[in-house]
C-alpha cells in the first residue's frame, strides 16, 4: 500500500483494505425479549424524568432577577439569575439529597437543600419564595427522599397521584 507523507489513501487504495462487515447473529427469544424490555424501561424512564411535579420562582421585589426551582421525578433544579441573560444552572438527583429544610414567614419562605455530593457544610438555598410554594417544594422534596431511600419505586404512580403520595409521606406534623 503506497501513502504519501501525510499519510494520505486514495478512495482505491481503502476500499482494498476495507473488511466487510461480519453477519450478526441471530438473537435468541431470550435476548430479544430482555433488549425489548429495556427500551420500553428506557422509553418509561424518558418520558417520566421531564415531567415537572412542582415549580417556584423567587419573588420580584427581594430579588432583581428571579432564581427558580424544579422538581421532577429525577432530579431538582435550581437556576440562580445573576444578571440579564445569566444563570447559574445545576441538579441533583434526588437520590443524592440527604435533607430538606425550609425556613418560613408571615409571606415568603426559603428552602435548603442538603446533598451527599455538593458541599454538605453549605447547602443550597433559595431565598424569597411564596410561603406557599416553600412549603409545597419542601414536603415534595422530603417525601420523595423518604421514598427513595427505601427503594420505593415511584415511576407507576402517575403525576397527580404521585405529588398527592409524596407530600403526604414528606408532611410532618406541627404540634
Do not use: W
Amino acid at each position: 500500500m503506497h501513502t504519501n507523507l501525510a499519510g494520505y489513501q486514495s478512495p482505491l487504495q481503502r476500499n482494498r483494505n476495507h473488511i466487510p462487515p461480519q453477519p450478526s447473529r441471530p438473537r435468541t427469544i431470550h435476548q430479544a425479549s430482555n433488549n425489548d424490555d429495556q427500551n420500553q424501561k428506557l422509553d418509561r424512564l424518558m418520558r417520566n424524568a421531564h415531567e415537572v411535579l412542582a415549580k417556584a420562582d423567587t419573588v420580584f421585589p427581594f430579588t432583581l432577577f428571579r432564581d427558580t426551582i424544579i422538581v421532577d421525578r429525577a432530579k431538582v433544579t435550581i437556576i440562580k439569575r445573576n444578571f440579564f441573560m445569566m444563570a447559574e444552572t445545576f441538579s441533583i438527583r434526588i437520590e443524592d439529597i440527604l435533607n430538606v429544610g425550609t425556613t418560613v414567614g408571615p409571606f415568603l419562605g426559603s428552602i435548603e437543600i442538603i446533598t451527599r455530593v455538593f458541599n454538605a457544610d453549605k447547602p443550597h438555598v433559595v431565598n424569597f419564595l411564596q410561603r406557599n410554594d416553600a412549603i409545597k417544594i419542601k414536603h415534595l422534596i422530603h417525601g420523595y427522599v423518604i421514598a427513595t431511600h427505601n427503594n420505593i419505586d415511584c415511576n407507576s404512580l402517575d403525576k397527580e397521584q404521585l405529588i398527592v403520595t409524596l407530600s403526604k409521606l414528606g408532611h410532618e406534623e406541627n404540634k
